[in-house]
């Protein structure tokens, strides 16, 4: 009787060990994948520290650290943050359900391609800040003015990402597709957009990081709040630590951002297999 209890006590201890093996590994690439900034956040705190530059251009990290969580405790910052990411997610948001059904369109009707892509690639050589003065002088100073600056830039990414995997779907699962005597619409709901899904986020992921990019550019201009209009105004406020606050602030932002299109897309592309695997 005891003997047989040792030997369950034993095997529900070795049946433990691949979920400390899971964490292992899990660990060791968030380790790998965080070394770089780690480096860069001890660089960036101990050059100043020493004289190899001047504090008074690059302050340490925990100095600048220290600011943004005094500014952030007193109510003064979480404004500005709200502000900027109604301003960012406005503008990537309406890039991404105007970019994504047109991306959809131009790849799988090629005659949308042949009439309308000459008159997109005009119109992608336009710069948002060249446009700037014709966005105000449409649309006021106002919000509307910032999410559409944000919006042109952001859209390209969306619609070509999209255009691109809907357009070179691996032509073997169609002909899978065609085989099995499924319609156009079949192939269309079942093959072509889960293959383009990856494409899709591809573009939603680098035009999510475009969109706080552009944040400082739209809020220059008739901003009276947002980590824009903080980057501008560093040197009448708290000094050039509320500048690099502001700058860190915006990249966390995108960064957040990033990660969980990362992880929807995760979510939604499930069935395919896990390329880290295939580096192993």
């Not at 006021?140 to 042109?152: L, R």
């Not at 550019?217 to 824009?228: D, Q, R, W």
Request: overall charge positive.
């Amino acid at each position: 009787m005891n003997s047989t209890a040792e030997i369950n006590t034993a095997e529900g201890t070795w049946a433990r060990f691949p979920r400390v093996e899971n964490f292992a590994s899990s660990f060791l690439r968030f380790l790998q994948s965080s070394l770089a900034i780690i480096v860069l956040l001890l660089l960036w705190e101990l050059c100043p520290r020493l004289g190899l530059v001047d504090p008074l251009i690059l302050p340490p990290f925990s100095e600048i650290i220290w600011h943004g969580w005094i500014l952030l405790s007193s109510g003064k910052l979480l404004p500005h943050i709200v502000v900027s990411a109604e301003r960012a997610l406005g503008g990537f948001f309406l890039a991404a359900v105007t970019g994504v059904p047109l991306g959809i369109l131009f790849g799988w009707y090629a005659s949308a391609g042949r009439y309308l892509g000459p008159l997109l690639r005009f119109l992608r050589q336009f710069n948002s800040i060249s446009l700037l003065p014709v966005f105000i002088l449409f649309f006021g100073v106002g919000y509307f003015t910032k999410v559409v600056v944000i919006y042109w830039v952001v859209v390209w990414p969306i619609l070509l990402s999209t255009a691109s995997g809907i357009r070179y779907v691996d032509p073997t699962l169609v002909k899978y597709g065609r085989a099995l005597a499924l319609s156009d619409s079949q192939i269309f709901w079942k093959i072509v957009i889960p293959s383009a899904v990856p494409s899709i986020f591809s573009g939603l992921r680098m035009a999510s990081t475009y969109s706080f990019l552009m944040l400082v550019a739209s809020e220059e201009v008739g901003a009276g709040s947002g980590l824009g209009f903080l980057v501008f105004n560093a040197q009448y406020l708290m000094g050039i630590h509320i500048l690099y606050v502001a700058l860190l602030t915006i990249a966390l932002l995108g960064f957040a951002t990033n990660y969980a299109l990362s992880l929807l897309e995760r979510r939604l592309t499930a069935w395919r297999p896990d390329p880290r695997t295939r580096l192993r």
